[in-house]
């Protein structure tokens, strides 16, 4: 066989279209020589079936040309008419509709097949040149997804009328060819066909699907003009793609015009305020078709429940289904879909379950709709169950969507093993390349802390999207890789001009040190020139950033820009970020004047950052005062105020009151023991702290773990220790550097020295904190040397030394008598390592002369300290002075420490008389003792421990 192929670049459209003509001669006997046939198809079409050739006499399929492997489609159209005389008339015209009758039953079952075989015996009764025969044949390859064939069949006639023109839009609408579809009503304005109604309601859908508002404005002009809006369906379409555009105003102005509105018309006004997020509008204009005795169908319900679900309103949903069932509505698929959604939005998984349960056909919707209530739920087990049943049902197998869920599950509860089963699960079933999952896999590794594989992955993406480098950044930001963070940033802003709102929120997110408030300012600089300046996320981000490196100038300089437009989360920004970074009193300047200035009412998060705030600077009255607002503002029954004020209680000493409001937690979680354990250990009640341990609800952590290590340090219970470090080892938390200092700490204080470097040597995490706990253990045990050995140790070993560290290493030195080494560490310590003196050095320094007897230099010391010296400075100086005796002295510090803390005088009153006795001053101690009984001053009573009790409490480690 001879072939010519010839291609020829069609004009008339907007993508390449290539006529290939192919001359052949054949032997057939339905196909007589020398003849020809041709189509044209678009270019990258993928045709999977074998080759058909159809001619004008008939179908053929015993050609093999040389390119056979490949699969076309060809169609001849004629005119048979002239050549049939022979044929009854009125037998051809039946056959004519058995073919169209057949054509039908073919676009209600969308097949190739079925297509197929009508086109053969449409071709050989000679049917195709009966306009409706081919309009039918031309929709039921559109249906059948063959649009190649349906372009082919409509190229081959030349006499076509509008009702083919509108077949031929619609089929290029129903293959999403939009721009197509476009094309081809241009093609037949300039061929001079006269559109209608149908044509322009064809034209506004594909306008709507590719949100082109100023086409559609366009083409609603031209219906006003050619005067076809009384079309009803034409308007309804209109009406659609208004809302669709996200012009409301528009939509509902033409709603308002509509003369003729029938049930397409309201749903297409409840859909579109509920597209466009106007939940409470959609389900106002659902209650008027209702008041209006209109009949609402399945769009209508479904519209209605979505619109309650997004209201975060059950019982109106409740409302509407009970009301459907009342009037006797068959809920389909989508209105189950909307229903399951619903009660699982609000928490009723049961009820989404039995929804699901009486659905007789269920399409992925459904099946996605359940995983995603299960998954929303917490519902771990159940959703990776329901992810099972799904994929043995041979009808709906998981998609994208199914697939978005499951991810985005794991990477919330960190389910990295799953996470890479369903990664694996996306590659076999050749869903990798879809970007939205890949994205989704970014996420899921970076938040489970395996930033390398999301590394290696962001690289093998061969096109990314602006979503992909703002997730590898955010990735490298949560992981604390700030420089390949800023790296990948500035990489991006080379390579893409248009960068989003959520990358400048990556990037500033990234700068978490000092070294990058460079970097943090360029990205101000940026964000101002982009007029991003009046965002508040924006702001709240960059004041969130100034805080950390410490700059509360420029942060309250930033935060006034936004004064008109503060709202309760630009406080809290400002709030959390003064207590984060210690500066406590900010934090509640900053609260009093919200309170002042602005109508805002805190909340939880506003009180639990100041409660905090005064935990930490032991004011215990202003966290009284809290206490009591967060009862009057109805937030005090929250769990995490509740645990706030436990932990505020605890840390001002109030133990008591920190009790009570344990007591009276309604909903106690974790996080609620933990603090009261905490605040029994931190006040030395460690046989409280292991007897509440005793009724402990949950499973412990690390950090009930690391408060009852510090209970048995305080009671000496060394067996207890040792259970609870067998505990440890069992639950696998023993890599924990918290937990291995607490180990030392407490092996050491209870005469264990070896277990405690055994611990320590076998600790593959040496933190700091571990660091300083065996140093501190030396010097407890008057090996100073080797305290300081470990020191520099430490500091070898690329740790930076922190307070801590010296108040420990000073610690050694006092316990070890090592006064000239004590005093040089304390000269160096800021010059050398950049830690700045505070009130535990300087009592570690006067604690350490005292010891040696220098009772002269440690009142020099202090004298020499900046500023007013603290309580406890003065208060080791008195210890000192009652050790050895020094009366003088011991009077005058005693005299000095009544002006500074008048609350505790009774305390220095005992210390003075205890020094008078120790001398022999028998008389001046009565003195002392009188004037407490005098003034009614009363010290706190001391307890013994019961150790056989406490034991017995601890015991209850299984």
Same mark, same amino acid.
């Given at each position: ?5 010839q291609t ?6 907007n993508?390449?279209?290539y ?8 032997s ?28 004008? *006499?008939g179908?053929f399929s015993?050609v ?8 076309f ?8 008419f ?23 039953s ?33 929709? /039921? ?27 031929m839009?619609?089929?290029?609408v ?10 081809f ?8 066909v /006269?559109?209608d109604s ?8 594909a306008l ?21 809006l ?10 659609d ?7 409301l ?16 018309s309201w749903?297409?006004?409840?859909n ?11 389900? #106002? ?14 769009m209508?319900?479904s ?20 009301w459907?069932?009342k ?33 007789v ?37 998981p ?12 990477a ?31 996420d ?15 690289n093998?993406?061969?096109k ?19 420089k ?20 400048v ?9 000092l ?8 990205? *101000? ?53 003064c207590?984060n ?7 509640? /300047? ?7 200035v ?33 009862i009057?503002?109805?937030?005090g ?35 609620? #023991? ?50 609870i ?5 069992r639950i ?10 607490a ?16 611990i320590?040597t ?5 933190s ?43 610690s050694?030195?006092? *316990? ?7 005093l040089?560490?304390?000269r ?26 220098k009772?002269?230099?440690a ?8 500023g ?5 400075? #003065?208060?080791a100086?008195?210890s ?18 009544f002006?500074l ?7 220095y ?9 120790s001398?022999?001053? #028998? ?9 407490i ?26």
């Open positions: 066989m001879g072939n010519r192929v020829i670049k069609s004009s008339k459209a993508f390449p279209i006529l290939i003509r192919l001359t052949g001669y054949f057939s006997p339905l196909l007589p020589s020398n003849k020809k046939f041709s189509s044209r198809i678009p270019v990258g079409c993928k045709l999977k079936h074998p080759i058909l050739f159809i001619g004008s *006499h179908l015993n093999h040309p040389p390119f056979a492997a490949k699969s489609h060809f169609s001849t159209v004629v005119q048979p002239a050549k049939m005389s022979q044929r009854d008339s009125y037998r051809l015209y039946t056959q004519f509709y058995d073919v169209i009758d057949l054509l039908k073919s676009t209600a079952r969308p097949s190739l097949v079925t297509a197929t075989i009508a086109h053969c015996l449409a071709i050989k009764i000679g049917a195709l040149a009966h306009l409706p025969a081919c309009t039918s044949l031309l929709t /039921a390859y559109s249906r059948a997804k063959y649009f190649i064939s349906a372009l082919a069949l409509f190229d081959e006639f030349c006499d076509r009328d509008v009702i083919l023109w509108n077949a839009i619609n089929a290029a129903e293959n999403k060819s939009y721009n197509v579809a476009m094309q009503f241009v093609e037949m304005t300039e061929v001079g /006269a559109f149908t044509t322009l309601l064809l034209i506004v859908s709507s699907h590719m949100k082109y508002l100023k086409h559609g404005k366009s083409f609603h002009c031209l219906s006003i003009k050619v005067g076809m009384g079309d009803c369906s034409l308007c309804n379409a209109l009406l793609m208004y809302a669709k555009c996200g012009d105003t528009s939509s509902q102005s033409m709603f308002t015009w509509m003369d003729c509105r029938d049930v397409i749903n297409s006004m409840v579109g305020f509920l597209y466009n997020g106007h939940p409470g509008k959609s389900f #106002w204009c659902f209650r008027e078709m209702i008041s209006l005795g209109i009949r609402v169908d399945s209508s319900l519209c209605a429940i979505s619109a309650s679900a997004a209201l975060e309103e059950l019982s109106s949903g409740q409302t509407i289904h009970a459907g069932i009037q006797g509505y068959n809920f389909d698929i989508s209105c189950s879909n909307s229903l399951i959604s619903l009660y699982s939005e609000s928490g009723d998984i049961e009820a989404s379950k039995s929804v699901f349960k009486e659905m056909l269920k399409d992925v919707i459904s099946w996605n709709a359940m995983i995603g209530g299960f998954a929303s739920n917490g519902m771990i087990l159940e959703t990776f169950d329901m992810l099972y049943k799904m994929q043995l049902t041979g009808y709906a197998q998609d994208v969507a199914t697939l978005f869920t499951i991810i985005s599950l794991c919330e509860w960190m389910l990295l093993r799953e996470g890479k089963t369903v990664h694996g699960f996306t590659i076999r079933r050749q869903m990798i390349s879809d970007l939205w999952v890949i994205n989704s896999l970014l899921m590794y970076s938040k489970c802390n395996c930033i390398i594989k999301a590394e290696l992955l962001f093998a993406i061969p990314r999207d602006l979503v992909s480098w703002n997730v590898m950044i955010s990735g490298y930001s949560r992981n604390g890789y700030s390949e963070a800023q790296s990948l940033f500035k990489t991006l802003t080379h390579q893409c001009l248009q960068l989003s709102f959520s990358t929120l990556a990037g500033i997110s990234s700068c978490i040190s070294d990058s408030l460079q970097f943090g300012k360029s990205i *101000h600089c940026w964000e101002i020139k982009a007029g991003l300046s009046s965002n508040i996320l924006m702001v709240n981000s960059l004041v969130h950033m100034y805080i950390n490196f410490g700059d509360l100038s420029a942060a309250f300089m930033l935060f006034d820009t936004i004064s008109a437009e503060e709202d309760i989360a630009c406080w809290n920004t400002i709030i959390a970020g207590k970074n210690g500066h406590f009193r900010e934090a509640l /300047a900053t609260f009093n004047w919200m309170r002042q602005m109508d805002v009412m805190c909340d939880s998060i506003t009180l639990v950052n100041v409660i905090s705030a005064c935990g930490n600077l032991l004011l215990i009255y202003e966290g009284k005062s809290l206490h009591g607002l967060a009057k503002t109805f937030v029954s929250e769990t995490r105020v509740q645990n706030a004020l436990i932990t505020m209680y605890g840390r001002c000493g109030h133990t008591k009151s920190a009790r009570s409001v344990f007591d009276f937690c309604s909903s106690r979680n974790l996080c609620s #023991w933990n603090c009261m354990i905490s605040a029994f250990s931190q006040n030395k009640e460690g046989r409280r702290a292991l007897e509440l341990f005793h009724f402990l609800e949950f499973e412990p952590n690390e950090i009930t773990i690391v408060a009852l290590l510090s209970a048995c340090n305080q009671l000496g219970l060394l067996r207890q220790g040792k259970q470090h067998g505990h440890v080892l696998g938390i023993f890599e924990n550097s918290f937990i291995s200092a180990l030392v700490d407490m092996y050491s204080n209870c005469g264990q020295l070896d277990l405690g470097w055994q320590f076998r600790s593959k995490d040496k700091i904190a571990v660091w300083n706990s065996m140093i501190s253990a030396y010097g407890y045990h008057g090996n100073g040397q080797m305290a300081i050995q470990l020191f520099h140790k430490m500091c070898d070993s690329g740790i930076r030394p922190s307070k801590s560290s010296f108040v420990s290493l000073l050694a030195c006092s *316990h070890s008598g090592l006064v000239n080494e004590g040089w560490y304390y160096v310590m800021l010059e050398e390592y950049g830690v700045e003196a505070v009130t535990e050095h300087q009592v570690c320094v006067v604690d350490m002369l005292g010891r040696a007897g009772l002269e230099e009142y020099e010391f202090i004298k020499q300290i900046p007013e010296a603290g309580v406890g400075v #003065w208060g100086l008195l000192a002075c009652n050790y050895h005796g020094n009366m003088e002295m011991g009077r005058e510090v005693a005299e000095h420490l002006g803390e008048p609350e505790n005088v009774v305390g009153y005992i210390s003075l008389a205890n020094l008078y006795v001398v022999g001053g #028998w008389k001046d101690a009565m003195e002392f003792r009188q004037i009984q005098h003034k009614n001053l009363k010290k706190l009573p001391a307890y013994s421990i019961n150790i056989d009790a406490a034991s017995s409490s601890a015991s209850a480690w299984k």
